[in-house]
Protein backbone atom coordinates (compact mmCIF):
# COMPACT_ATOMS: atom_id res chain seq x y z
CA UNK A 1 0.00 0.00 0.00
CA UNK A 2 1.68 3.36 -1.07
CA UNK A 3 1.65 6.20 1.24
CA UNK A 4 -0.97 8.77 1.61
CA UNK A 5 1.85 11.84 1.93
CA UNK A 6 -0.96 14.23 3.51
CA UNK A 7 0.52 13.83 6.87
CA UNK A 8 -2.08 13.51 9.97
CA UNK A 9 -1.97 16.23 12.61
CA UNK A 10 -0.84 13.76 15.11
CA UNK A 11 2.62 14.05 13.49
CA UNK A 12 3.17 16.86 14.74
CA UNK A 13 2.83 15.97 18.64
CA UNK A 14 5.18 12.58 17.83
CA UNK A 15 7.60 15.40 16.22
CA UNK A 16 7.53 17.52 19.65
CA UNK A 17 7.75 14.41 21.70
CA UNK A 18 11.25 13.27 20.12
CA UNK A 19 12.17 17.16 20.67
CA UNK A 20 11.57 16.88 24.51
CA UNK A 21 13.00 13.41 24.81
CA UNK A 22 16.44 12.07 25.96
CA UNK A 23 19.53 12.50 23.55
CA UNK A 24 20.17 8.86 23.24
CA UNK A 25 17.97 8.16 20.38
CA UNK A 26 20.95 9.94 18.51
CA UNK A 27 23.03 7.49 19.47
CA UNK A 28 23.56 4.19 17.20
CA UNK A 29 21.02 1.17 17.92
CA UNK A 30 22.57 -1.80 19.58
CA UNK A 31 25.16 -3.04 16.55
CA UNK A 32 26.01 -6.57 16.74
CA UNK A 33 29.46 -7.34 15.33
CA UNK A 34 29.50 -9.80 12.33
CA UNK A 35 32.41 -11.70 11.17
CA UNK A 36 34.24 -11.48 7.87
CA UNK A 37 33.83 -14.54 5.34
CA UNK A 38 33.52 -15.89 1.82
CA UNK A 39 29.77 -17.13 1.69
CA UNK A 40 27.77 -18.44 -1.34
CA UNK A 41 25.20 -16.18 -2.04
CA UNK A 42 21.85 -16.96 -3.84
CA UNK A 43 21.06 -20.55 -4.21
CA UNK A 44 20.35 -22.73 -7.37
CA UNK A 45 17.39 -24.77 -6.81
CA UNK A 46 15.27 -21.23 -6.28
CA UNK A 47 13.60 -18.50 -8.04
CA UNK A 48 15.38 -17.52 -11.83
CA UNK A 49 16.99 -14.04 -9.92
CA UNK A 50 18.19 -15.92 -7.01
CA UNK A 51 20.88 -17.46 -9.78
CA UNK A 52 23.38 -18.69 -10.13
CA UNK A 53 25.04 -19.36 -6.70
CA UNK A 54 28.29 -17.33 -6.40
CA UNK A 55 31.09 -16.89 -3.62
CA UNK A 56 31.11 -13.41 -1.97
CA UNK A 57 33.70 -12.27 -0.04
CA UNK A 58 32.92 -9.87 3.17
CA UNK A 59 34.81 -7.89 5.47
CA UNK A 60 33.62 -7.86 9.05
CA UNK A 61 30.99 -5.42 9.97
CA UNK A 62 27.81 -4.81 11.96
CA UNK A 63 24.17 -4.67 11.63
CA UNK A 64 21.73 -2.95 14.15
CA UNK A 65 19.47 -5.92 16.49
CA UNK A 66 16.50 -4.28 15.11
CA UNK A 67 14.89 -2.58 12.31
CA UNK A 68 14.91 1.40 13.09
CA UNK A 69 11.81 2.19 15.37
CA UNK A 70 9.10 4.95 15.13
CA UNK A 71 10.60 6.70 17.99
CA UNK A 72 14.26 6.59 16.53
CA UNK A 73 12.76 7.77 13.21
CA UNK A 74 10.66 10.42 14.89
CA UNK A 75 13.80 11.63 16.18
CA UNK A 76 15.09 12.35 12.99
CA UNK A 77 12.32 14.19 11.27
CA UNK A 78 12.08 16.21 14.46
CA UNK A 79 16.17 17.41 13.70
CA UNK A 80 16.13 18.03 10.14
CA UNK A 81 12.56 18.60 9.08
CA UNK A 82 12.09 15.56 6.73
CA UNK A 83 8.97 14.19 5.98
CA UNK A 84 7.43 12.34 9.00
CA UNK A 85 6.97 8.48 8.30
CA UNK A 86 3.17 8.95 7.03
CA UNK A 87 1.69 6.08 8.85
CA UNK A 88 2.78 6.55 11.93
CA UNK A 89 -0.62 7.48 13.95
CA UNK A 90 -2.50 5.01 11.58
CA UNK A 91 -3.99 2.81 14.59
CA UNK A 92 -1.57 -0.71 14.38
CA UNK A 93 1.67 0.91 13.01
CA UNK A 94 1.73 3.60 15.84
CA UNK A 95 3.71 1.78 18.48
CA UNK A 96 7.13 3.58 19.23
CA UNK A 97 8.92 0.38 18.57
CA UNK A 98 7.60 -0.75 15.82
CA UNK A 99 9.54 -0.69 12.74
CA UNK A 100 9.22 2.73 11.37
CA UNK A 101 7.59 1.95 7.94
CA UNK A 102 6.24 4.02 4.45
CA UNK A 103 9.79 5.28 4.23
CA UNK A 104 11.80 5.85 0.70
CA UNK A 105 14.94 4.55 0.14
CA UNK A 106 16.51 8.23 -0.20
CA UNK A 107 14.65 9.23 3.31
CA UNK A 108 16.06 5.71 4.96
CA UNK A 109 19.58 6.60 3.40
CA UNK A 110 19.69 10.08 4.70
CA UNK A 111 18.74 8.82 8.15
CA UNK A 112 21.59 6.65 8.32
CA UNK A 113 24.01 9.34 7.35
CA UNK A 114 22.03 11.85 10.09
CA UNK A 115 22.67 9.22 12.50
CA UNK A 116 26.39 8.56 11.57
CA UNK A 117 27.20 12.19 11.85
CA UNK A 118 26.11 12.35 15.10
CA UNK A 119 27.11 8.91 16.33
CA UNK A 120 30.77 9.30 14.91
CA UNK A 121 29.99 5.89 12.32
CA UNK A 122 29.93 5.52 8.77
CA UNK A 123 26.13 4.50 9.14
CA UNK A 124 24.64 3.17 6.18
CA UNK A 125 22.22 0.60 4.26
CA UNK A 126 23.75 -2.81 3.76
CA UNK A 127 24.93 -4.34 0.84
CA UNK A 128 22.62 -7.11 -0.88
CA UNK A 129 25.30 -9.58 0.07
CA UNK A 130 25.61 -8.21 3.94
CA UNK A 131 22.23 -8.77 4.36
CA UNK A 132 21.64 -12.13 2.90
CA UNK A 133 24.90 -13.19 5.16
CA UNK A 134 23.14 -11.39 8.45
CA UNK A 135 19.78 -12.96 7.47
CA UNK A 136 22.06 -16.56 7.52
CA UNK A 137 23.06 -16.12 10.94
CA UNK A 138 26.13 -18.02 10.87
CA UNK A 139 24.27 -21.13 8.95
CA UNK A 140 24.66 -21.84 5.23
CA UNK A 141 22.39 -22.80 2.31
CA UNK A 142 19.51 -22.88 4.47
CA UNK A 143 16.19 -21.17 3.26
CA UNK A 144 15.17 -19.58 7.26
CA UNK A 145 17.18 -17.73 9.75
CA UNK A 146 16.50 -20.45 12.29
CA UNK A 147 17.38 -23.38 9.42
CA UNK A 148 15.53 -25.42 6.83
CA UNK A 149 12.32 -26.09 9.24
CA UNK A 150 8.89 -24.81 7.43
CA UNK A 151 7.96 -21.65 9.82
CA UNK A 152 4.01 -23.39 9.81
CA UNK A 153 5.89 -26.15 11.81
CA UNK A 154 7.18 -23.41 14.55
CA UNK A 155 4.80 -22.41 16.99
CA UNK A 156 6.87 -19.74 18.91
CA UNK A 157 6.67 -17.64 15.66
CA UNK A 158 2.80 -18.55 15.58
CA UNK A 159 1.95 -14.66 15.99
CA UNK A 160 4.28 -13.37 13.09
CA UNK A 161 1.58 -15.76 10.96
CA UNK A 162 -1.15 -13.88 12.44
CA UNK A 163 0.01 -10.24 12.58
CA UNK A 164 -2.52 -7.60 11.14
CA UNK A 165 0.78 -5.29 10.97
CA UNK A 166 4.41 -4.40 11.96
CA UNK A 167 5.29 -5.88 15.08
CA UNK A 168 7.75 -4.06 17.92
CA UNK A 169 11.09 -7.19 17.13
CA UNK A 170 10.79 -10.13 19.66
CA UNK A 171 13.50 -12.51 21.01
CA UNK A 172 11.13 -15.29 19.35
CA UNK A 173 12.52 -13.80 16.28
CA UNK A 174 16.46 -13.57 16.52
CA UNK A 175 18.69 -15.67 14.63
CA UNK A 176 21.59 -17.27 15.61
CA UNK A 177 23.70 -13.74 15.32
CA UNK A 178 20.90 -12.08 17.70
CA UNK A 179 19.13 -10.34 14.62
CA UNK A 180 15.66 -9.60 14.56
CA UNK A 181 12.76 -9.78 12.20
CA UNK A 182 15.23 -11.18 9.23
CA UNK A 183 12.81 -13.15 7.58
CA UNK A 184 9.47 -11.14 8.85
CA UNK A 185 7.66 -8.49 9.83
CA UNK A 186 8.86 -5.65 7.01
CA UNK A 187 10.77 -5.11 3.96
CA UNK A 188 14.53 -3.78 4.65
CA UNK A 189 16.09 -1.58 1.83
CA UNK A 190 19.50 -2.62 0.51
CA UNK A 191 22.12 -0.50 -1.03
CA UNK A 192 22.38 -1.23 -4.68
CA UNK A 193 19.90 -1.25 -7.67
CA UNK A 194 18.05 -4.57 -8.45
CA UNK A 195 19.42 -6.60 -11.30
CA UNK A 196 17.57 -9.53 -12.67
CA UNK A 197 20.35 -12.39 -12.05
CA UNK A 198 23.31 -12.41 -10.39
CA UNK A 199 25.05 -13.77 -13.92
CA UNK A 200 27.04 -10.56 -14.38
CA UNK A 201 28.45 -10.84 -10.37
CA UNK A 202 28.95 -14.34 -10.97
CA UNK A 203 31.61 -13.78 -13.62
CA UNK A 204 33.18 -10.50 -11.58
CA UNK A 205 35.23 -9.97 -8.66
CA UNK A 206 34.09 -12.15 -6.12
CA UNK A 207 33.85 -8.60 -3.63
CA UNK A 208 30.94 -7.47 -2.06
CA UNK A 209 29.86 -5.16 -4.85
CA UNK A 210 30.75 -1.36 -4.86
CA UNK A 211 30.89 -1.39 -1.41
CA UNK A 212 33.41 1.37 -1.22
CA UNK A 213 31.69 3.72 -3.43
CA UNK A 214 30.45 7.28 -2.32
CA UNK A 215 26.72 7.08 -1.38
CA UNK A 216 24.64 8.68 -4.59
CA UNK A 217 22.59 11.67 -4.09
CA UNK A 218 18.80 11.89 -5.10
CA UNK A 219 19.58 13.63 -7.92
CA UNK A 220 22.20 10.89 -9.36
CA UNK A 221 19.55 8.42 -9.15
CA UNK A 222 17.32 6.92 -11.65
CA UNK A 223 13.66 6.96 -9.74
CA UNK A 224 12.56 4.34 -11.73
CA UNK A 225 15.45 1.81 -11.02
CA UNK A 226 14.37 -0.15 -8.49
CA UNK A 227 16.48 -0.51 -5.53
CA UNK A 228 17.00 -4.03 -3.63
CA UNK A 229 14.91 -4.98 -0.57
CA UNK A 230 15.46 -8.34 1.56
CA UNK A 231 13.06 -9.71 4.22
CA UNK A 232 9.43 -10.71 4.84
CA UNK A 233 6.32 -8.32 5.16
CA UNK A 234 3.26 -8.55 7.37
CA UNK A 235 0.95 -7.57 4.46
CA UNK A 236 1.35 -10.69 2.27
CA UNK A 237 -0.60 -13.86 3.28
CA UNK A 238 2.67 -15.76 3.85
CA UNK A 239 4.62 -13.30 6.26
CA UNK A 240 7.93 -15.30 5.88
CA UNK A 241 10.26 -14.84 3.52
CA UNK A 242 13.23 -16.76 2.19
CA UNK A 243 16.81 -15.00 3.29
CA UNK A 244 18.21 -15.78 -0.64
CA UNK A 245 14.54 -14.54 -1.47
CA UNK A 246 15.01 -10.86 -3.26
CA UNK A 247 12.35 -7.87 -4.15
CA UNK A 248 12.79 -4.47 -5.05
CA UNK A 249 10.81 -1.01 -5.43
CA UNK A 250 11.20 2.23 -6.66
CA UNK A 251 13.97 4.44 -4.70
CA UNK A 252 10.65 7.12 -3.72
CA UNK A 253 8.13 4.76 -2.81
CA UNK A 254 6.23 4.84 0.25
CA UNK A 255 4.73 1.33 1.14
CA UNK A 256 3.68 0.36 5.06
CA UNK A 257 5.61 -2.41 5.16
CA UNK A 258 9.05 -1.47 4.03
CA UNK A 259 11.04 -0.22 6.64
CA UNK A 260 15.05 -0.68 7.40
CA UNK A 261 17.77 -1.18 9.69
CA UNK A 262 21.24 0.36 10.03
CA UNK A 263 24.63 -1.33 9.59
CA UNK A 264 28.00 -0.22 10.26
CA UNK A 265 32.14 -1.65 9.26
CA UNK A 266 33.39 -4.04 10.92
CA UNK A 267 35.54 -2.41 14.38
CA UNK A 268 38.80 -2.08 13.42
CA UNK A 269 37.32 -1.46 9.60
CA UNK A 270 38.22 1.89 7.31
CA UNK A 271 35.13 3.24 6.53
CA UNK A 272 33.68 0.87 3.85
CA UNK A 273 31.61 3.47 2.43
CA UNK A 274 32.37 7.14 2.32
CA UNK A 275 29.08 8.66 2.67
CA UNK A 276 28.11 11.56 1.02
CA UNK A 277 25.33 13.47 2.42
CA UNK A 278 22.16 13.05 0.65
CA UNK A 279 19.59 15.69 0.09
CA UNK A 280 16.29 15.27 2.58
CA UNK A 281 13.75 13.68 0.52
CA UNK A 282 10.23 15.37 1.06
CA UNK A 283 6.64 14.37 -0.44
CA UNK A 284 6.03 16.60 -3.44
Not at 97 to 123: H, I, K, N, T
Not at 139 to 146: E, G
Not at 215 to 239: A, M, N, T, Y
Request: proline letters at 12%; aromatic letters at 8%; charged letters at 20%.
Amino acid sequence: MPADTTAPKCLEDSVSSALMSPPPAQTPPQLIDLPGATFTMGRADRRPDERPPHLVRLAPFRAARTPVSNAEYARFVADVAADAAPFSCDAGFDASDQPVVGVSWFQAAAYCVWLGERAGLPLRLPTEAEREFAALGGRAQVDWPWGDADPATCTELDFIAAAAGPHAPRPACANGYGLRCMADNVHEWCLEPYERSYAARAHSSPAVPNADAPLPGPGSIDPDQRRVSRGGSWRHRVKFTRVSARSSLRPGARYNDYGFRVYASGIGESPRLALARPAIHRAP
